[in-house]
């Protein structure tokens, strides 16, 4: 191809014949594109991902679960046992809801946790607990309409309800997880607005980022205050069953029914691979939520769901969470070591009672995002704080994940981080020259 533009004449070459050929088409189709596709944002945590698979790096950024106990022969001898007992079964489309026994199982998993008397009849089974919050907000919000979050929470999360045009609200936390009289104020005020609220999404155990725990007298008060407002929670506890002493702290679907939808999920407890979450909803509300939930992914993976109900069916998977609850207290000791023995004094941080996070606070006038590529040049990933706040505002604050990294390694990274966060510390205190 030749092009003339006055006296000259060039002739491109076939890859700027392209380029300019998609360059083109992008700018025409820019108009197609829907008002909520402006609102989906590439993750911050998943751009940080990318990075961390670099050779030599220390990641403290993923929240991925220990799976160097998980007993891969059993896994693949179950997958095998399936696939040739039930082959013309699990390789075919299934039923939207999911199995009948993996949503038995489900029920069982939840009881563990203080959830009696749930029915399968009332569970969706869904492609990771995410999906359900997509559900949620697909079913239950307008554009306009709040949902309100804890400050801070999971990015995932509020990539999924920005996507739906909603207005997303912070709640502030303290070291007992939402605080419920702000709860309320914020409530208020939003109503004295005019808007209106639909859900009140909540991470209640070992919220990510910050692994803070909200407190068992607040449960009942924030359900009872949303009701009050006829506000549905939607309860994400992806790590309720990874409390350190085994004892984890009643769901608040447990006692309120019809108040709350509860999210769950195979991931924390068994592997993010097999893809598998799901949704116990309110019987009101049921037919609805899987009606949206089948329109999105016509069924979940019936391969996963039979090798999943199979390896809990011959694995003491009690016995194998509990040894599992002893591997991350010991991972979040040494970070928590660590911490104290490199960050300097005016670094404070969260002190988790289980799941996989801690949540590190520097002084105010920080960003950390800028120190994510220091921390690089260090050999060293983290979250920054700002990720998982609405606010466009920087952030002081970072996330390290302990769960996925063995205790030499914590060390070895919170040591090639702390000299990055002397230095920001001793520049924000520096007098002006």
Known sequence: MWVTSQDTTVELTAETQTALERAEASHRHEALFSERAHNIKQSAVRD????????????????????????????????????????????????????EELRELICEIMAEEGILGASPEDVVVTTGSQSAQDI???????????????????VGALNTFEAYQVQVEPVFMDENGLIPEHLESRIAALEAEGKRIKL??????????SGITLAAERRQRVVDICRDHNILVLEDNPYGMLRFDGQPLTPLRAGNPDDVIYCGSFSKIFSPGVRLGWALVPKHLYR???????????????????????FFRVFDWRSYLAESRGDYAERCDAMLEALAEHFPAEATWTTPEGGFFVWVTLPEGIDTYPLLYQAI????????????????????KLRLAFSGVAPEQIHEGVRRLAPVIRAAVEANTAPPV
Not at 71 to 77: C, R, S
Not at 137 to 146: E, I, S
Not at 288 to 310: D, G, H, K, N
């Open 48 to 99: 940080v991902f990318d990075i961390s698979i670099r050779p030599g790096l220390v990641s403290l950024a993923g929240g991925s679960p220990s799976l160097a106990k998980l007993p891969l022969d059993l896994v693949a001898e179950t997958a095998s046992r399936v696939i040739r007992e039930h082959g013309m079964t699990a390789l075919h489309y299934g039923g939207g809801k999911g199995t």
């Open 136 to 154: 949620a907000a697909k079913v239950f919000c307008n554009p306009g309409d709040v949902v309100l979050v804890e400050d801070p929470t999971y």
């Open 200 to 209: 009140l999404y909540t991470i209640p155990s070992f919220n990510n980022p």
């Open 288 to 310: 609805r939520f899987y009606l949206a939930a089948e329109a999105v992914v016509l069924c979940p993976s019936t391969l996963s769901q039979l090798i999943v109900t199979e």
């Open 377 to 396: 040049d260090a050999g060293v990933v983290f979250i920054p704080g700002a990720a998982f706040t609405p606010s466009d505002e920087p952030s002081s």
